[in-house]
């Protein structure tokens, strides 16, 4: 993959962020100031496998077990989402 421009994505965010032959797209941020970040991109390999790569920073609570256990619940919830993810991608059977 070369940087012409015809080689971009539409979503592509057309500069710095693509290197290494792969397109990225902009930063999808969603923020909740003191508390949680989330920073959401699309990219494409150079093989053409799409994905998305999500950043997430959460504040923990000050005492060791609260913060282990929203660890636990945060661990629960991603692997509920990429799980969801992963099925959502797998082709469906033809009948």
């Given at each position: 993959?070369?940087?012409?421009?015809?080689?971009?994505?539409?979503?592509?965010?057309?500069?710095?962020?693509?290197?290494?032959?792969?397109?990225?797209?902009?930063?999808?941020?969603?923020?909740?100031?003191?508390?949680?970040?989330?920073?959401?991109?699309?990219v494409r390999t150079?093989?053409?496998?799409?994905?998305?790569?999500?950043?997430?920073?959460?504040?923990?609570?000050?005492?060791?077990?609260?913060?282990?256990?929203?660890?636990?619940?945060?661990l629960g919830d991603?692997?509920?989402?990429?799980?969801?993810?992963?099925?959502?991608?797998?082709p469906r059977p033809?009948?």
């Amino acid at each position: 993959m070369n940087r012409r421009s015809a080689d971009h994505t539409d979503w592509c965010g057309r500069d710095h962020r693509c290197n290494l032959n792969e397109h990225r797209s902009p930063e999808i941020v969603v923020d909740i100031p003191g508390h949680a970040r989330a920073v959401l991109v699309r990219v494409r390999t150079a093989a053409g496998r799409d994905h998305a790569e999500i950043r997430v920073r959460v504040a923990l609570a000050p005492t060791e077990p609260a913060a282990r256990r929203q660890l636990v619940g945060l661990l629960g919830d991603l692997r509920q989402a990429v799980t969801r993810a992963a099925i959502a991608a797998r082709p469906r059977p033809r009948w």
